[in-house]
């Protein structure tokens, strides 16, 4: 094939997957400005601020959105507290088990969501945890265990032995030892899972709903009741608040994660 | 830096099971103050085992580690008095080359005015003082092996152990570190322990050198002795070029007997002129060894390797070879050796 047919069919395909990445973003933002858009019409009818004030002023939404900044960062440190020291010892301890326990990680993400919040939920109703800050916690906990675990395992694995007897040989304690070389030396790694469940939790919308709604409202729970109620614009103004933290941290952390950190996560032994 | 008041290093009775295999057995060894020593064996022959015993990172099943006369043996790696450097180097990547030869004496909660000054005065030491601030990442890997050595070096240890130090380094630079090392161990005075599987860099930077085989020390004496003396036939042909030859020597010449005779290659002369003790011998294969060259000399009694000097033989050439020196071994031990008058 000719140089230039090869390249032109690079620059269409890239173009292809630019328009199907942008092109509904594109359309969500101008409709988040649109007075009214209808069929057949190629462009709105004319420009409005309306819906922005609509959603600024709607107090159930800014609830949404503080529930949403107070559950992520939470879930995060939950998570990390919890599954980091696993990791640890996933990466560095053989004890039996080891592979079954590594795999059934896994089992929260291996069954369709729904099955698992349904049940769920009865074991909360018996716990008295539905419709509780604790409950939402567990769920989006849950949806990050596989992220905070994997991740992060293969980060302290890579970290050679060598470094870390290299600091016990100086006069380092375990624990110092620990602090001072293997988590700074997995620390991008355990960065990319600590975005990663910031992000899934910051998008759990079917568990948080079952479990908190109507008491706690998130930002992608209240996406639902938004579509249903208002006009469409209204929701594509809270779908464009909805990406700008993804958009922001991914933005923040895209050094990290561009290394083979995730792949990282799925070499793990 | 100082001259530290090293310690010597006493090992007795060591032994090491690992994954059910006996590793080290009965181990003895004593190094004086001062001293280095090389435990230089094949791969597999437990010299490595021995050194992670004595930096703390394994424990024995049983037998004693003293350090300066202090028993080591339940202490763990951050208590001992000793530093190691890594076959690898193990340099922290995230820490610049200072800050890695600061970490030690952080961790011993040292003034930050006497960290600043023992941390320069140990890369002055090993010449890397303008690369202070670099990360390991940055410098070449002889620039890496001597940051090491600063990080063992600034904690003044009792003892320094370094593990197959020089492997890592292409062959130049590895002569050269290995004279630094020696040049800073015997300017330091302190006691070390090398662990290498090179018979020629333990020979030239030791004081005495354990010859290891199957977890037990062959032998532990002078580079010198151990070439000229070795106990064992393992230790005559690990250190040195060796013709092996089955049988016993009688008037120059090799006859059938028990035990083994070895030659080594430069007591085998090769001449063009007869030898009331040497016998007719072809010139079989001439390898060109810079210096010198290596002759393979076909005698009726056996094949023998020589090395001459100067111009050498061609292939074919006929001429007379005797036997200057030689040992004799029984049973892996030496029984004798003889040389002619």
């Known amino acids: ?269 | 830096m100082t001259t530290s008041d090293s310690g010597g290093l006493e090992i007795e009775g060591l032994h090491k099971v690992l994954g059910g295999r006996s590793i080290i057995h009965s181990l003895d060894m004593t190094v004086r103050p001062g001293e280095l020593v090389s435990l230089l064996g094949p791969s597999g022959c437990g010299k490595t085992t021995t050194l992670r015993m004595i930096a703390g990172f394994l424990t024995p099943d049983a037998g004693s580690i003293k350090v300066g006369g202090r028993e080591v043996v339940h202490l763990g790696p951050e208590h001992r008095p000793s530093a190691m450097v890594f076959q690898n180097y193990a340099l922290w990547p995230h820490m610049t080359v200072a800050k890695n030869v600061a970490f030690p004496l952080k961790l011993r909660k040292r003034p930050k005015a006497e960290i600043a000054e023992r941390v320069d005065a140990a890369l002055e030491l090993v010449n890397l003082l303008h690369h202070k601030d670099s990360r390991p990442a940055r410098i070449s890997g002889g620039e890496q092996q001597r940051t090491a050595l600063a990080r063992a070096l600034v904690q003044e240890p009792e003892l320094l152990l370094l593990d197959e130090p020089l492997s890592n380094l292409d062959a130049k630079l590895r002569v050269k570190v290995r004279e630094d090392i020696r040049e800073i161990q015997q300017r330091l005075g302190i006691t070390t322990v090398i662990v290498t599987h090179d018979q020629e860099e333990a020979m030239s930077v030791s004081d005495r050198i354990a010859v290891m085989n199957n977890g037990r020390i062959e032998q532990f004496s002078t580079p010198a002795d151990l070439y000229g003396t070795p106990a064992t036939e393992f230790v005559a042909t690990f250190i040195g070029s060796l013709n092996r030859l089955e049988g016993a020597i009688k008037d120059g010449r090799v006859v059938p007997g028990p035990g083994v005779v070895g030659i080594r290659p430069e007591d085998v002369v090769f001449g063009t002129e007869t030898h009331p003790r040497g016998l007719a011998a072809t010139v079989e294969r001439v390898v060109p060894r810079g210096h010198f060259a290596e002759l393979h000399l076909r005698r009726e009694d056996a094949v023998l390797r020589a090395y001459v000097t100067g111009v050498p033989p061609a292939v074919g050439a006929s001429g007379c070879a005797r036997i200057e020196k030689w040992l004799e071994f029984e049973d892996g031990q030496l029984v004798g050796q003889g040389t002619a008058e």
């Open chain 1, 1 to 269: 094939m000719p140089r230039a047919l090869s390249r032109g069919v690079v620059v269409l395909l890239a173009a292809l997957l630019a328009l199907f990445i942008i092109g509904p973003l594109l359309w969500l933002a101008m409709r988040a400005f649109a007075a009214s858009w209808t069929y057949p019409d190629l462009l709105p009818d004319a420009w409005t601020f309306r819906w922005w004030s609509v959603v600024f002023s709607d107090r159930a939404l800014g609830v949404a959105v503080q529930n949403s900044l107070f559950f992520a960062p939470i879930t995060v440190l939950v998570s990390a507290v919890i599954c980091l020291p696993a990791a640890y010892a996933f990466a560095r301890f053989e004890f039996p088990g080891r592979r079954f326990f590594l795999i059934g990680v896994f089992a929260a993400n291996s069954f369709p969501k729904m099955g698992l919040f349904v049940s769920l939920a009865a074991l909360f109703y018996a716990l008295n945890l539905m419709n509780t800050i604790l409950g939402i916690l567990v769920v989006h906990v849950l949806g990050t265990v596989v992220f905070m675990t994997w991740i992060p395992a293969a980060a302290f694995a890579a970290v050679p032995r060598s470094l870390e007897e290299a600091a016990r040989d100086a006069g380092a304690s375990k624990l110092r030892t620990f602090f001072s070389v293997t988590l700074p030396m997995a620390l991008p790694g355990i960065l990319v899972a600590a975005i990663m469940s910031f992000l899934s939790s910051f998008d759990e919308a079917q568990g948080t709903y079952l479990v908190g709604a109507p008491d706690y409202m998130t930002m992608p729970t209240q996406m639902y009741s938004l579509v249903l109620n208002y006009p469409t614009q209204v929701a594509a103004v809270f779908s464009i608040l909805l990406a700008i933290p993804s958009v922001a941290l991914l933005l923040a952390a895209h050094k990290h994660i561009v290394g083979g950190h995730l792949a990282e996560g799925f070499q793990i032994k």
